[in-house]
């Protein structure tokens, strides 16, 4: 009975291939699926390549949403169109979306991309830029909370909140105005890329008030139970 029960809880389970800043060649083959097993959906934290991202939808036939970084830029393709963001992908940029999973399960991500404004590049924001563009996401979130009574489970970014896994350089400096996010909305868990293990940052999961904080390089298999 115990035995049911814990198998019956694994597969409610939420299956995240959370993926940031640099190719795996286990992720860019055949192999992602014996490697990780059931994955329901994909989360990807910006910096890499669009055709990586395109062949892991592809491959797994599953959703996979993404925020920008800020080395990504549109790229031109041979019949004259410019691509903004993976084919295939939903951009999550500014924007809060509730999942459908089979078996009846929800999962329901905000994201915002971008790193904090160091050069003229594009996907870069100063603090103040930021806290406006997390000030409109929270709108949008009240807005879908009334509606559908729905909490949002993960917030999906490409750079850390301040303080939290960032670096002392400006470009990987984390936002403030995450952190109030993180305490006004509560998320179960913050997913975000940008900070490598190179980089002597200690990167290991933090708790911050009632959410998770974790900064993912390269892949990461992450569960969540549904609710």
């Not at 049911?4 to 389970?13: I, L, M, P, W």
């Not at 910096?47 to 549109?74: I, K, M, Q």
């Not at 409109?136 to 301040?162: C, K, M, Q």
Request: with cysteine; hydrophobic share 35%; proline share 5%.
């Amino acid at each position: 009975m115990v035995q049911e029960q814990r198998e019956s809880s694994t597969a409610k389970a939420i299956r995240i291939l959370a993926l940031s800043d640099k190719v795996q060649e286990i992720v860019y083959s055949e192999a992602v699926r014996e490697r990780f097993g059931r994955i329901d959906v994909v989360l990807a934290a910006g910096d890499l390549p669009f055709p990586y991202l395109e062949y892991v939808l592809t491959l797994l036939g599953v959703p996979l949403f993404y925020v920008p970084g800020n080395h990504d830029r549109p790229t031109h393709t041979a019949d004259g169109r410019t691509v903004r963001f993976p084919e295939g992908a939903v951009a999550l940029d500014g924007r809060v979306q509730t999942i459908e999973l089979p078996n009846h399960r929800k999962l329901t991500v905000a994201g915002l991309g971008g790193s904090m404004r160091y050069s003229n590049g594009s996907n870069q924001y100063t603090n103040w830029e930021m806290g406006w563009r997390v000030a409109r996401l929270e709108t949008r979130i009240l807005f879908r909370r009334l509606r559908d009574r729905r909490a949002v489970d993960i917030l999906l970014t490409h750079a850390p909140p301040a303080g939290l896994h960032d670096a002392e350089d400006l470009c990987h400096q984390g936002f403030s105005t995450f952190l109030g996010f993180l305490k006004r909305v509560k998320p179960r868990l913050h997913i975000h890329g940008h900070i490598h293990p190179s980089y002597g940052v200690d990167t290991r999961p933090v708790r911050y008030y009632e959410t998770e904080v974790r900064n993912v390089y390269g892949a990461e298999l992450i569960e969540i139970e549904a609710r």
